[in-house]
């Protein structure tokens, strides 16, 4: 048995496993289907590499490919590929009624997609990872909600994973880079990816007899990522050339991977200049368009976008600047540590170190605004696998990741209202007798009242409580939320009634029936429901929803 860890990316997923024998965290290789990532910190810096799996699956008629299969036989940029399967997954509130892409196998939401697309991958790794043996921990954003989790836990039932554990990726990132730290060490995890910015101020905390303790001060979030950039870099180059709708739509793959490839180009710092080449053959005569990318330049740095008017020159600085780019990073960035500030009384000068991950933060312009602000406190050493060795290195302890609600009606006020159920950060199993309330129904001859359970969601400011590892290793992940939220029901397509016989009265019924509240190991959400006018149990541990 061991731990293995999987950062499923909106560009790239990457897989570890602890090592027994050498006591270290180690990305899995798996051939044909991994790539191997190379990058460079510093200009005369030596050239890293990690084994990652491009994020992409392919759909043809007889087969389907992804990570490496699709990119080596240079289909990356075909209609039949699916991409960003990670970001379309978070931002969707539920699974239905969203983008579906059409293959050659059908159409693919980006939910089915990305299922698919771990359980091949995975199932390539069988001489790896066992299904039966190991635990699995899969890493999350700050700001995903409660349908990626319960995503993930359906792909691993897929599979037939037995342990299956979810870690924030802030959490894992610390011990990514810092597996033995001093006391007291205080962290900014800044974790910019192909989908999203997250940024959490953590502090450690070694004092504690049981363990290691990971207490997070405060989060952000936004949905910006690289991405973006190579969307921004593509509108541009169409502008430049004056590429039509029409050509635009059947070139768009092409056009993005080439806009994906200048961004890693100008993300190296031997790269100052990458040219965007592009065949436009879809007209009576090809046609090349062709656009040559500056890193930066002088107007971009003194923070104004400069004039490119022509076709063939173009600065990427510049293009960041005019979309703002900075600015929300720089917005995030600053309300994660105001947040800490508020909750734990945080100070700038107490920050051990800003922790990168995420490709994106090797964007030029990203550095320059890490560097000017926190100087030599920032640290590259793992960009892209820090949050999955990380991971590798304990299972995470079972806690609520949202608070939830049951909707009631209020009489006084005659109109319905939230009552809290679980707050997050609850560990489960819970007891069985934690959280009760009087089921009394709305109107007079009710036969049944339904049970509405709900998830409190759509965080825009977050502070948080504690990420413990105990002694034998284990993560404890929580949070709390604070402001700005909506409650989603869980279980409107299959509620829950108890049944009142004799009918609702509402004046007679004020504590007829009592629901008790608990949550079992599988995150079920229970109820049991006690008649005291009829004298019997209507519900027993009834399972009402999967929180």
């Not at 793959?253 to 080449?277: C, F, Y």
């Not at 049944?448 to 409580?465: A, H, N, P, Y």
């Amino acid at each position: 048995m061991s731990e293995v860890a999987i950062d499923f990316g909106t560009s790239n997923t990457v897989l570890a496993r602890y090592n027994e024998t050498t006591e270290r965290a180690e990305t899995i290789h798996i051939p044909q289907i991994s790539s191997e990532l190379r990058y460079r910190l510093t200009p005369d810096g030596e050239e890293h590499a990690v084994w990652v799996v491009p994020s992409v699956i392919h759909y043809a008629e007889q087969e389907t490919l992804v990570g490496d299969q699709v990119v080596s036989r240079g289909l990356a940029e075909h209609k039949d590929t699916v991409r960003w399967m990670k970001r379309e997954i978070i931002q969707a509130n539920t699974f239905a009624n969203i983008f579906r892409q059409r293959t050659a196998q059908g159409h693919k939401s980006p939910a089915e997609a990305g299922q698919e697309f771990l359980q091949l991958v995975l199932n390539y790794a069988f001489d790896q990872a066992s299904f039966a043996d190991d635990t699995f921990t899969f890493t999350v954003p700050v700001e995903a909600f409660e349908n990626f989790q319960d995503w993930l836990w359906r792909v691993a039932e897929s599979l037939g994973i037995r342990k299956l554990r979810v870690l924030d990726e802030p959490t894992a990132c610390v011990f990514g880079y810092y597996g033995a730290a001093r006391k007291d060490d205080r962290f900014v995890v800044f974790d910019f990816g192909g989908g999203t910015l997250d940024v959490s101020a953590v502090r450690l905390d070694l004092t504690e007899q049981s363990g290691k303790k990971a207490v997070q001060l405060g989060k952000a979030g936004c949905v910006l990522g690289g991405m973006d950039i190579d969307g921004w870099l593509a509108e541009d180059f169409c502008a430049r050339h004056n590429v039509s709708a029409a050509d635009r739509r059947d070139l768009e793959n092409l056009i993005l991977r080439q806009a994906e490839s200048v961004k890693i180009q100008l993300s190296d710092p031997q790269g100052n200049e990458a040219e965007m080449t592009i065949v436009n053959d879809l007209g009576r005569a090809p046609r090349l368009l062709q656009t040559t990318y500056r890193r930066s330049c002088l107007e971009c740095a003194r923070g104004r976008p400069g004039n490119y008017h022509t076709a063939d020159t173009a600065c990427l600085g510049c293009l960041l600047v005019a979309k703002e780019f900075l600015k929300q990073v720089r917005e995030t960035l600053n309300e994660a540590i105001e947040n800490a500030t508020v909750a734990k009384e945080l100070r700038r000068a107490e920050i051990t170190r800003l922790l990168v991950t995420g490709g994106t933060s090797l964007v030029p312009a990203v550095r320059r605004l890490l560097e000017e602000t926190f100087q030599d406190k920032v640290a590259y050493d793992h960009p892209f696998d820090c949050v999955v060795r990380g991971a590798c290195r304990g299972v995470v302890a079972p806690v609520l990741q949202h608070d939830y609600a049951i909707e009631s009606y209020n009489r006084e006020q005659k109109r319905y209202e939230f009552k809290s159920l679980f707050k997050i950060g609850t560990e489960y199993p819970t007891p069985s007798d934690q959280v009760r309330y009087w089921c009394n129904g709305s109107t007079d001859g009710q036969t049944r009242v339904g049970l509405q359970i709900f998830e409190v969601s759509r965080m825009k400011r977050r502070q948080t409580d504690e990420a413990i590892v105990d002694a034998e290793g284990r993560f404890r992940a929580s949070d709390r939320v604070t402001t700005d939220y909506e409650h989603i029901c869980l279980n409107s397509d299959n509620p829950t009634f108890v049944v009142a016989d004799p009918p609702i009265n509402r004046e007679r019924d004020k504590r007829r029936i009592l629901c008790s509240f608990e949550i079992d190991g599988n995150r079920r959400l229970l109820v049991t429901a006690v008649d005291n006018l009829a004298g019997k149990t209507l519900l027993l541990k009834h399972p009402v929803v999967r929180l």
